[in-house]
């Protein structure tokens, strides 16, 4: 059985910054690509970044550039999300998800297989 499981998430002022967690279970990160969507109140799943599996690259969206680094520790079978500098609108769930190989389309949600259940991030100003 294949299980993402997000924690990390929580509570920070504008500025501040926390570390979101994916452990993956049941798959390979080696043969997964792992991206990060969150979905604010009112909107639509959004593509946060991804880290494909091979060829190694990373992905961000444009609005979190500079600000959000994505990281694996594939002995750990974990991704993680570091965010810093965190502005209001980055408040969402934030939902790890795993999709096998590699696409050129990351941040299309319907290329995911598996989903985690997601986290609360809430950026006060």
């Known amino acids: 059985e294949v299980q993402l499981v997000e924690s990390g998430g929580g509570s920070a002022q504008a500025g501040g910054s926390l570390r979101l967690s994916c452990v993956v279970s049941?798959?390979?990160?080696?043969?997964?690509?792992i991206g990060w969507f969150r979905q604010a109140p009112g909107k639509e799943r959004e593509g946060v970044s991804c880290l494909t599996s091979s060829p190694i690259i990373k992905y961000y969206t444009e609005s979190v550039k500079g600000r959000f680094t994505i990281t694996s520790d594939n002995a750990k079978n974990t991704v993680y999300l570091q965010m810093s500098n965190l502005k209001p609108e980055d408040t969402a769930v934030y939902y790890c998800?795993?999709?096998?190989?590699?696409?050129?389309?990351?941040?299309?949600?319907?290329?995911?297989?598996?989903w985690g259940q997601g986290t609360q991030v809430t950026v006060s100003s």
């Open positions: 998800a795993a999709d096998f190989g590699w696409s050129a389309e990351w941040s299309n949600a319907d290329e995911y297989d598996y």
């Open positions: 049941g798959v390979t990160l080696d043969d997964y690509s």
